[in-house]
């Protein structure tokens, strides 16, 4: 009986509100809407911010330097020119820009190339096994990430110039691994403690060893971790400025962040013009990496979880 007014109760509430149900949808579906448009409204506002110092960037390195000096905001170059990308890569009377180019591109390939290698062993290292000192090694590598390179300016001066590697690709190489190293290592710890163990297990069950595993499961898993933290390297490295100054002071050996401090004159008149030119030449290695591994960074999500 009881149960049976509990049912009748339940039903009739249910038929009862059978009206409101409609203007709740209704006032719910409205609130949805405008939570999406103003989401959206500042997803482009947060995008016009951030672009904006990249457009202009590029607008003012197509401009006359007399105009960009003016007091007329232009955010069109009205008077069109190449005269800057000239004098960035043809001015003979300034150190050139294909070696200093040269310089970077090889001590970044190095840079992030040994950092992925030593990083992804450090990694499976801390990850997969457990020894003493893991946790202090773990430990370690956070406190000397909190530590800034400029503090140790000197020392790494006085280092790399007892090995006698001063103004050399491979002084500046040693120094740049020992900066991103930590990071990498941390941030690739993450992605191997994120794929799951019973996957190396259900392959070396289905025949394979445990080396063949890893490689053929685990090792595709982690590569849009290796992208990711091959990015951050290859931009640190790129873009790192003091170092590259101190230990790499010779105008044959100067990168390219070192290079566009040439451009600055400090008793005349800056050409802005030519530095804006210059670091939109800069940046094009950067995006071109980037848009190079994107997609790769998608594609290895799952690649290593599908069973052939």
Not at 23 to 42: C, H, K, M
Not at 99 to 108: D, E, F, H, K
Not at 238 to 257: D, G, H, K, S, Y
């Amino acid at each position: 009986m009881s149960t049976t007014v509990a049912a009748g109760q339940s039903i009739g509430g249910i038929v009862a509100g059978a009206g409101k149900p409609e203007s709740v949808r209704r006032t719910g579906g409205a609130g949805r809407r405008t939570t999406t448009v103003l989401l959206s409204a500042l997803s482009v506002v947060l995008f016009v911010v951030f672009v904006f110092p990249v457009y202009w960037m590029v607008s003012t390195s197509f401009q006359p330097n007399n105009e960009i000096r003016g007091l007329d905001v232009n955010f069109w170059p009205e008077n069109f020119t190449l005269r800057n990308y000239e004098t960035v890569l043809f001015d003979p009377g300034r150190t050139p820009f294909l070696p200093a180019a040269g310089n970077s591109l090889v001590i970044t390939i190095l840079t992030v190339v040994i950092a992925l290698i030593f990083a992804f062993l450090a990694s499976i290292a801390v990850t997969r096994f457990r020894f003493a000192s893991r946790r202090a090694f773990i430990i370690t590598i956070l406190v000397v990430q909190m530590i800034p390179g400029e503090a140790m300016i000197v020392s790494i001066f006085r280092v790399i110039d007892g090995w006698h590697l001063l103004n050399t690709i491979i002084g500046l190489t040693v120094v740049y691994v020992a900066t991103v190293l930590p990071f990498t290592i941390w941030t690739l710890r993450g992605f191997v403690n994120g794929v799951p163990v019973d996957l190396e297990e259900a392959a070396m069950i289905d025949g394979c060893s445990r080396a063949g595993a890893f490689w053929r499961v685990t090792f595709p898993l982690l590569a849009p971790g290796l992208i990711a933290t091959g990015v951050f390297g290859f931009i640190q490295a790129w873009n790192e400025f003091i170092m590259a100054l101190v230990l790499n002071a010779r105008p044959e050996m100067m990168t390219l962040p070192v290079w566009l401090r040439t451009f600055l004159v400090a008793n005349g008149t800056t050409n802005w013009a030519a530095i804006m030119a210059g670091s939109t030449l800069m940046a094009i290695p950067v995006v071109v990496f980037f848009l190079v591994v994107q997609g790769r960074m998608t594609s290895g999500l799952v690649s290593g979880a599908v069973k052939g």
